[in-house]
């Protein structure tokens, strides 16, 4: 949990770190994003189905996309958030 590196540092210093904290979570999101991309454009590539029901498995592996992007909008907003609070109290 990154909520406990900011607890463990004295109030003064939690509010300076938070969106650093924000920062880093939207950086990773932002890489594992890209990094989905380039595994779904090699399944695409090389056309593998499901065995079963034979979809393609760029279908199947989208979730995962999709799940990134609303993990990328998520850290997007923090982010705003807690530079915003970060100006107000500064």
């Not at 650093?20 to 999101?29: G, I, R």
């Amino acid at each position: 949990n990154i909520d406990m590196v900011a607890e463990t540092l004295k109030k003064k210093w939690r509010i300076d770190i938070y969106p650093l904290l924000e920062l880093s979570v939207l950086l990773f999101t932002l890489y594992f994003l890209k990094e989905i991309f380039a595994f779904i454009q090699t399944t695409a590539f090389y056309q593998q189905k499901s065995q079963v029901m034979a979809l393609p498995m760029t279908a199947v592996y989208s979730v995962f996309a999709i799940g990134n992007v609303l993990a990328v909008f998520h850290a997007v907003s923090n982010f705003i958030f807690r530079f915003t609070e970060w100006r107000k109290n500064r």
